[in-house]
């Protein structure tokens, strides 16, 4: 099914009312303030990565589409939906990064990674277009990327393509009333400042990644919330250690055995008066990330629970 013809079938979906405002949705209670979520990567096995999140305890996901780029179906939207239903489970965020290559290293990171290498940037832009029509027809309200290493220098002659190739995402994902959120990483909070500030949409926001900020050496997430914290809707709690080895990222660990102090980060996000989930990512797999992810849960909740009072 080419792009067309999947927009057309999905637009019979959709009932009348599925296109509203951005300010509208962000009022939408889906998940209480900072609730525990899980990313997850449903592709390949739909049904029991929803049971897991499901069986770990967690309320809601943040979806990883990759493997559907180019396959995003209305069959496939209408499978996540009723399993979401099953399981009792609300998606907040989909995201996508691809297509390939992506190497998430720092010799080859800003050649490949988002939408500042300009051989891969319309293919990027088409990816993230089908993830917010996607999106839509389920009712999920935000659209995540990895926008990649954003020129710290604004006359950078990569600079205004990739601030016009944001601005074009963000006002797909106008049209389809939903927010896009660049994911920290690879730019100083002080770029991302910039960036939100150069492309001048209402619906584009930060996607805050606690660990990324640590693990790229760019920043303190603590210090960060300083600097980006207002236009923060969706977090990662992840850990890690600053990067040694001046060709590869720092280190990312189990949720407290890095350098993330989840405690300040929290309660500068909820003075702030973030609303969001937090959303649990361990670099794992296999029954180890399983182990992982129960452990984390438990030591955020404690957090959690000391922030919100």
């Known amino acids: 099914m080419d792009r067309r013809t999947f927009l057309g079938a999905a637009s019979a979906v959709l ?28 592709f390949g096995a739909p049904e029991a990565t929803f049971k897991r999140v499901h ?12 493997g559907y780029i180019n396959g995003f179906t209305p069959e496939i939207a ?11 489970l609300v998606a907040t965020t989909v995201e996508v990064v691809g297509p390939q290559p992506l190497e998430w290293n720092f010799l080859r990171g ?33 659209v995540q990327t990895h926008c990649g290493f954003i020129p710290e220098d604004p006359a950078d002659p ?29 730019e100083t909070p002080t770029t991302m400042s910039r960036m939100l500030r150069d492309v001048a949409m209402p619906n584009l926001a930060v996607g ?26 969706s977090v990662h709690a992840k850990d890690g250690r600053w990067p040694t080895n001046p060709s590869e990222l720092g280190e990312e660990v189990l949720i407290g055995k890095g350098l993330v102090d989840f405690k300040q980060v929290f309660t ?3 003075r702030l008066g973030y609303s969001g989930a937090i959303t649990i990512e361990r670099e794992t797999s296999g029954p180890q990330q399983v182990e992982d992810v129960r452990q984390e849960k438990i030591y955020l909740e404690r957090i959690l629970r000391e922030v919100l009072g």
Request: aromatic share 6%; charged share 20%; glycine share 8%.
């Open 15 to 42: 009932l009348a009312d599925a296109l509203h405002p951005v300010e509208a949705l962000a009022a939408s209670p889906a998940v209480k303030p900072m609730d525990l979520g899980l990313i997850i990567s449903p």
């Open 55 to 66: 069986d770990i305890g967690f309320s809601n996901c943040f979806l990883s589409l990759d």
């Open 78 to 88: 209408s499978q996540f939906g009723d399993l979401l239903t099953k399981y009792s």
């Open 110 to 142: 800003p050649s490949t990674i988002g939408l500042v290498p300009t051989k891969t940037r319309a293919a990027r832009i088409d990816a993230l277009r089908q993830a917010s029509d996607f999106a839509k027809i389920l009712g999920i309200p935000q």
């Open 158 to 186: 990569l600079y205004p393509g990739t601030v016009e190739a944001i601005r074009t995402v963000a006002e797909h994902c106008k049209d389809n009333g939903q927010y896009f959120l660049m994911e920290t990483g690879q």
């Open 208 to 233: 805050l990644d606690t660990a990324n900020l640590i693990l790229y050496g760019k920043a303190n997430p603590v210090d960060a919330v300083d600097i980006i914290g207002p236009h923060v809707r």
């Open 268 to 270: 500068k996000l909820h």
